[in-house]
């Protein structure tokens, strides 16, 4: 059928016959072209060539008189087309496909053609596209193991009420459609929720597809999230592109930092939730959609829809199900089983085995803050095992600003420990204060480096009092 409509084309534009002829002499297929009595209309020379005859010899002759086990006649009866068959002919098995050839809607002949000549032709031609289809398999199953979630709920480790108390939730609402705000600090884990979440729900066999708001430009957060047509703007993919919501289709979309989306994209994703259909920028149609939302945050929603910076509609939207994410310095007690699992994946990541904390390192670990939480602890424990010589992790190992903890003021019950002033005289206790709230903001400010609005955080005082304080005290 596709020749019949470039004979057409090149009839209309006037192609001379000789070159016509030429063309399909010179083309890589070997072509037959029978009517409807089955009789030879037109055979290419070099299908003639392999046949031992010549096209005035061939043509008008009936096809089973020219080509062995030819089905040629038996296309024109059926008007069926019979693609990438098998076809013996002296003594070569061949790759042949046979076309009805249809004029103005009449069946009138057919057209057949001979792809590969021999099966060596056949070898030639796949180790050719083999290395290309093994390209093809590599980048979609590595694209395909992208958008699967990585984790499940036996990667939350944690025994602290409180975070059982949201694993547990997160149990429960994972069958859920409903939209699901994760809310803790930055480094809690609340990826690792949403992976557990969407892997324990009916939508776990389909993509998560994983969007950081707050990490893409305000001006291509659009076409990210919705995708863009062909020529939608300067630069733009030929062919359009899906956006992370078609990507997602009967999966789940997990925006992280949903906290720092931009106040204009913020009303075209409410609108996606409301009527569950997204437009392509430079899209004149709206595309279907069914995804579930999970969303997190290390911001205070709440304030933000006070303050303007949040639609209260979206907020509500997404608040469905909110879950509460403890810090990891509320729950000192499981420090020590999630730095051990963190070992063990450690020990995979630099092929080591029986790597282990001393029990200064676990006192030590238990007594710092954690501004960072899990993703501190990982990122310390990956240094200590990277300078680590044997198989025990000492406090030599931690990073200096852990190891300065030793000049920290310590209570264990009611004694206290490495005082700066406790072996020299008495001081006025106006001065002794002083000089613990001096440490203990230095102290603040060396552990979250040098963020001043985290370290007031840390100590539990207004950001304004902590500038004073800094003032006073003349710490920069």
Not at 191 to 208: K, M, V
Not at 260 to 268: E, F, N, R, V
Not at 318 to 332: C, D, G, H, T, Y
């Amino acid at each position: 059928m596709k020749t019949g409509v470039v004979l057409h084309v090149i009839t209309k534009n006037k192609l001379p016959y000789e070159w016509l002829e030429e063309i399909l002499n010179l083309a890589a297929e070997w072509i037959v072209v029978v009517d409807r009595e089955g009789i030879i209309r037109y055979i290419n020379g070099a299908y003639c060539d392999f046949l031992d005859t010549c096209t005035e010899e061939a043509t008008g002759k009936h096809v089973q008189d020219v080509i062995e086990n030819t089905r040629m006649h038996l296309v024109v009866r059926t008007g069926q087309a019979e693609v990438a068959s098998i076809h013996a002919i002296k003594g070569s098995e061949m790759i042949a496909n046979r076309y009805p050839l249809y004029v103005d809607g009449e069946l009138v002949g057919a057209v057949g053609t001979v792809m590969f000549r021999n099966s060596q032709d056949w070898l030639d031609y796949s180790r050719k596209v083999q290395p290309v289809l093994e390209e093809l398999k590599y980048y979609k199953k590595r694209f395909e193991k992208e958008l699967r979630s990585k984790y499940n709920f036996g990667d939350l480790i944690g025994n602290h009420p409180k975070f059982q108390e949201a694993k547990r939730l997160a149990e429960r609402v994972a069958g859920s459609q409903s939209a699901v705000l994760l809310s803790g600090e930055s480094g809690t884990g609340k990826e690792l929720f949403a992976h557990a979440i969407h892997q324990t729900s009916p939508r776990g066999q389909f993509p998560l597809v994983r969007v950081n708001c707050a990490s893409i430009p305000e001006n291509l957060l659009e076409s990210e999230l919705f995708g863009y047509e062909e020529g939608a703007f300067t630069g733009a993919k030929k062919g359009g592109k899906k956006g992370k919501f078609e990507l997602a289709h009967r999966g789940t979309v997990f925006l992280d930092e949903i906290g720092d989306m931009p106040l204009q994209m913020q009303s075209k994703l409410l609108r996606v939730l409301q009527e569950k259909e997204i437009e392509r920028v430079g899209g004149q149609a709206p595309i279907p959609v069914d995804v579930r939302i999970i969303a997190a945050t290390h911001r205070h929603l709440e304030q933000m829809v006070q303050e303007g910076k949040f639609r209260q509609d979206l907020y509500y939207r997404l608040n469905v199900m909110k879950i509460e994410i403890p810090s990891l310095r509320e729950r000192k007690e499981d420090i020590k089983p999630i730095a051990k699992a963190l070992l063990c994946k450690l020990e995979r990541k630099f092929s080591r085995q029986g790597i282990k904390l001393s029990e200064e390192v676990v006192e030590r670990l238990e007594a710092h803050a954690w501004p960072g939480n899990v993703r501190e602890l990982e990122n310390i424990l990956e240094r200590a095992v990277n300078v680590l010589d044997g198989n025990i992790i000492r406090l030599t190992h931690l990073p200096l600003y852990l190891q300065d903890d030793l000049q920290l003021v310590r209570f264990h019950g009611s004694r206290t420990e490495d005082l700066p002033f406790k072996d020299g005289p008495v001081q006025p206790l106006k001065e002794v204060l002083m000089h613990a709230e001096k440490a203990a903001i230095q102290h603040a400010l060396r552990q979250t480096n040098g963020n001043k609005q985290l370290a007031a955080k840390l100590l539990g005082i207004g950001k304004t009092s902590f500038y004073d304080k800094c003032k006073t005290y003349n710490i920069n």
